[in-house]
C-alpha cells in the first residue's frame, strides 16, 4: 500500500516498528517545495508517515510481524542501538549494544572507529554531535539472517552542520539531501560486532552543490524508484545521450 508517494511499509518486528515523528513536526520536505515528492508528517496517527527514525513502541502501538525467537533478539538490540543513537543520542548506550571489539565502517568515506573505548569517542564527539536536527530515515528493506541484519533504508536531511563523519571537512550548505543507504549489521553473543554502512558519495556531493551538474551522477532522483518502482528509469543514458 502507498499513500500518495509515501510506501506504507510492512513493520521489521513483533516488537519494534519505526516511531512516529513528534507530532509537532506537522509537515517536512526532503527536496524543495517543487519536488513531486514530499514528506508529509501525520498528526491523527491514521497513516504511516513518510519519514520516520527508528524508536521502541508502546503494546498500543504494536503491528507485528513475526521472527524466529534468536532473529528477534537481534532486531531488538539493533533498534535499541539505532534509539540510542538516532533518539537518546546516548555514545554509552549505543556502546551497551555492541561487543568488546566493535567495528563501524562507513564504506564511502572510511569514518568510524575499531575497539569499545575508539568507537565510543567517536560517537560521542563526531557522529552524535555532528546529526542535523531534522535527520529522518525510511527503512525500506530489511533481511534477518542467523548473526546478521541487512538493512536497506533512505536518509534525509538538511545540511545545517558540518558532518565530518559523513562528508568529511565539508562547511554546512543549507541543502536538502536524500541519499540511499544499506546497513550490513553482524553480531556475536547477541551483540552487534561490526557495522558496515555504504551509500553513493557521488550523489551527496552533488546535493551539497560540490560537484559539477554536468557529470553522470543522480542527485535526490536517486531514490525515486525505490520508492516507486514505476518511475522513469536511464535519466542519466537519456541526459548524455
Known amino acids: 500500500m502507498r499513500h500518495g508517494m509515501c510506501p506504507i511499509l510492512n513493520p521489521p518486528s513483533s516488537r519494534f516498528?519505526?516511531?512516529w515523528i513528534d507530532k509537532s513536526r506537522a509537515r517536512a520536505d526532503c527536496r524543495d517545495s517543487t519536488s513531486r515528492w514530499r514528506a508529509d508528517?501525520?498528526?491523527d496517527r491514521k497513516v504511516l508517515p513518510c519519514?520516520?527514525?527508528p524508536y521502541i513502541l508502546s503494546n498500543e502501538d504494536e503491528r507485528m510481524v513475526d521472527f524466529a525467537k534468536k532473529e528477534q533478539g537481534l532486531v531488538e538490540v539493533w533498534e535499541a542501538h539505532t534509539a540510542a543513537e538516532f533518539k537518546q543520542k546516548s555514545a554509552d548506550a549505543a556502546i551497551a549494544t555492541m561487543t568488546d571489539h566493535p567495528v563501524l565502517i562507513h564504506v564511502p568515506v572510511g569514518t568510524g572507529a575499531?575497539?569499545?573505548e575508539p568507537l565510543r569517542a567517536f560517537y560521542k564527539d563526531i557522529f552524535i554531535p555532528q546529526m542535523p536536527s531534522d535527520i529522518a530515515l525510511e527503512l525500506l528493506t530489511r533481511t534477518v539472517a542467523q548473526n546478521r541484519i541487512v538493512d536497506e533504508f533512505v536518509l534525509c536531511f538538511t545540511h545545517t552542520v558540518r558532518m565530518d563523519w559523513f562528508a568529511p571537512g565539508i562547511e554546512p550548505t543549507g541543502r536538502k539531501l536524500v541519499v540511499?543507504?544499506?546497513?550490513?549489521?553482524?553480531f556475536e553473543g547477541g551483540k552487534i560486532s561490526s557495522e558496515h554502512i555504504y551509500w553513493d558519495q557521488a550523489t551527496v556531493l552533488l546535493q551539497m552543490g560540490i560537484v559539477n551538474e554536468d557529470m553522470p551522477i543522480l542527485g535526490a532522483e536517486q531514490a525515486d524508484r525505490l520508492f516507486d518502482s514505476t518511475a522513469p528509469a536511464n535519466k542519466l543514458i537519456e541526459k548524455t545521450s
Open 51 to 53: 519519514l520516520l527514525i
Open 114 to 116: 575499531s575497539g569499545k
Open 41 to 43: 508528517y501525520f498528526a
Open 17 to 19: 516498528l519505526l516511531q
Open 180 to 186: 540511499p543507504h544499506v546497513g550490513i549489521v553482524s
